[in-house]
């Protein structure tokens, strides 16, 4: 039997290496629909008039155009394309004589010779969902999982019925469907004045740059990941059907987390704890417990603040599924074989000083800091007086919570300080009354 070229969309992580070790250029990402992977075509789009440029004065499509690449002829004085052009079809909204079009054109499609019966796909795929054998594999041999690639009959067909979903062909589809008439494909933004006797600011906080921890070598080294990241990979809606590090795709079986990373740290002037640390990663350490029953979990911590209802009980839980608490401040990070990294840190509770343990990801629980944008968000010249944390400073906690240094001006949640979840809901709450008992008062004064 000879050999072929099998396709597993299961086991397919979307990592794109069968992509890039492709002999074949793509200069879109097309071949997800019309060859999965498997068979390759070049492709390309360009610009064509239905008529002549209207050479307008004010010329909007060009005023429009994020990259610069619509300028004037200056001999024709008609709007002309440059290579800059991204494709965003933004001129197209802004033309008024709708004489701008997107047309899709096909140079060739052309059907894979498996790189002369060794194809480079295989050998690059980390999950096995490309194969290069005569049959399936006994644990993917089920007909359900097999996907057979095109035929070039097949991806001719599949290629000149396609809409260019992924990028709005503007086909005019769903404003044909839209039963509530909210799509318009001629919106344009605009800025709406609103009077209001009073102002809530709410604009949150700022997650710290683990990059600024260079000990830890976050952006060096693959497998160290922000928990934000590692809360994408475990959440329910995942882009992978399992849990993998990035460097290779690989389960991991032994994952750390760094706590207080941004937080309570001088050496980067945020002092303060950000109070919903720990809590967030115990969370995602019980869920990987969930989803990676062998594997072992450790959490470094200088302290564990369980402060708020059921969080001690939470806590204790995850000490009870396993998950190992290792009182320390961690120094640094370095790179061992496989893609492994060794944890340097402090063992306080057993006294015996620098330790070293090897992981294959290191998940960095990253602090809040504060936004100081809303600091200056009135343009009439007043600024919002600031704490000694950059944070929207309370005039008086105790006595008036939320208000600020400009009347009529609130703040709610964690514009202020760094809090959870429960103590932003109750804080918006004390902001939405205050503003109204100020709304009140203005009223009957008058």
């Given at each position: 039997?000879?050999?072929?070229l099998?396709?597993?969309?299961?086991?397919c992580?979307d990592?794109?290496?069968?992509?890039?070790?492709?002999?074949?250029v793509?200069?879109?990402?097309?071949?997800?629909?019309?060859?999965p992977r498997?068979?390759?075509?070049?492709?390309?789009e360009?610009?064509k008039?239905?008529s002549?440029?209207?050479?307008c004065?004010d010329a909007p499509?060009?005023k429009?155009?994020?990259t610069?690449?619509?300028?004037?002829n200056?001999?024709?004085g008609?709007?002309e394309?440059?290579d800059?052009?991204?494709?965003?079809?933004?001129?197209?909204l802004?033309?008024?004589?709708?004489?701008i079009?997107?047309?899709?054109v096909?140079?060739e499609?052309?059907?894979?010779d498996?790189?002369g019966g060794?194809?480079a796909c295989?050998?690059?795929c980390?999950t096995?969902?490309?194969v290069?054998a005569?049959?399936?594999?006994?644990?993917?041999?089920?007909d359900a999982?097999?996907?057979?690639?095109?035929t070039e009959?097949?991806a001719r067909?599949?290629?000149?019925?396609?809409?260019d979903?992924?990028?709005?062909s503007?086909?005019?589809?769903?404003v044909?469907a839209?039963?509530?008439?909210?799509?318009?494909?001629?919106?344009?933004p605009?800025?709406?004045?609103i009077?209001?006797n009073?102002?809530?600011v709410?604009t949150g906080?700022k997650?710290?740059?683990?990059h600024?921890k260079t000990n830890y070598?976050?952006?060096?080294?693959?497998?160290?990941?922000?928990?934000?990241?590692?809360?994408r990979?475990v959440?329910p809606?995942?882009p992978?059907n399992?849990?993998?590090?990035?460097?290779?795709?690989k389960?991991p079986?032994?994952i750390?987390?760094?706590l207080?990373?941004g937080?309570?740290d001088?050496?980067i002037?945020?002092?303060?704890?950000?109070?919903?640390?720990?809590?967030y990663?115990?969370?995602?350490?019980?869920?990987?417990?969930?989803?990676?029953?062998l594997?072992d979990?450790?959490i470094y911590y200088i302290?564990?603040?369980a402060f708020?209802k059921?969080?001690?009980e939470?806590?204790q839980?995850?000490?009870?599924m396993?998950v190992?608490?290792?009182?320390g401040?961690?120094?640094?990070?370095?790179?061992?074989?496989d893609?492994?990294?060794?944890v340097f840190?402090?063992?306080?509770?057993?006294?015996?000083g620098?330790?070293?343990?090897?992981?294959?990801?290191?998940?960095?629980?990253?602090?809040l800091l504060p936004n100081?944008d809303?600091?200056n968000?009135?343009?009439?010249g007043?600024r919002?007086e600031?704490?000694a944390?950059?944070?929207?400073?309370?005039i008086?906690e105790?006595i008036?919570?939320?208000r600020t240094?400009?009347d009529?001006v609130f703040?709610?949640g964690t514009?202020s300080?760094?809090?959870?979840?429960p103590d932003?809901?109750?804080?918006?709450?004390?902001?939405?009354?205050?503003?109204a008992?100020?709304?009140?008062?203005?009223?009957?004064?008058?």
């Open positions: 039997m000879a050999k072929q099998i396709f597993t969309p299961n086991r992580v990592c794109k290496n069968c992509e890039m070790a492709c002999s074949f793509h200069t879109r990402d097309f071949t997800k629909l019309a060859m498997v068979q390759a075509f070049t492709f390309k360009d610009i008039a239905v002549v440029c209207q050479q004065e499509c060009q429009v155009c994020p610069g690449a619509l300028v004037r200056p001999a024709t008609a709007i394309r440059t800059s052009c991204i494709l965003c079809k933004s001129c197209t802004a033309c008024p004589y709708g004489n079009h997107f047309d899709p096909y140079d499609i052309v059907k894979c498996f790189c060794d194809p295989a050998k690059v980390p096995r969902a490309l290069w005569e049959e399936p594999a006994p644990d993917i041999k089920q999982e097999i996907e057979r690639v095109f009959e097949e067909y599949s290629a000149n019925r396609c809409l979903c992924a990028d709005c503007e086909c005019g589809e769903c044909k839209c039963p509530a008439d909210a799509i318009h494909f001629d919106m344009q605009e800025e709406i004045k009077e209001a009073s102002v809530i709410s906080f997650l710290f740059d683990a600024l070598g976050y952006g060096k080294y693959p497998n160290v990941v922000t928990a934000m990241q590692m809360d990979l959440s809606t995942k992978y399992r849990t993998m590090r990035p460097s290779d795709g389960a079986d032994n750390a987390f760094v207080c990373t937080s309570r001088c050496t002037g945020n002092p303060l704890c950000s109070r919903v640390c720990c809590m990663s115990i969370k995602q350490a019980q869920l990987l417990m969930g989803s990676l029953p594997a979990i450790t302290d564990i603040r708020g059921g969080y001690e939470f806590y839980q995850a000490k009870e396993g190992y608490f290792v009182k401040r961690v120094a640094k990070i370095e790179p061992v074989e893609g492994n990294l060794s840190y402090e063992d306080i509770d057993g006294g015996s620098q330790q070293q343990m090897e992981h294959d990801l290191v998940v960095l629980s990253i602090g100081m809303a600091l968000l009135f343009k009439n007043d919002l600031a704490d944390y950059s944070y929207v400073k309370e008086n105790d008036e919570p939320t240094s400009i009529g703040v709610a514009t300080a760094a809090r959870d979840i932003s809901i109750l804080h918006a709450g004390a902001a939405a009354a205050q503003a008992g100020y709304i009140h008062q203005l009223k009957a004064s008058r």
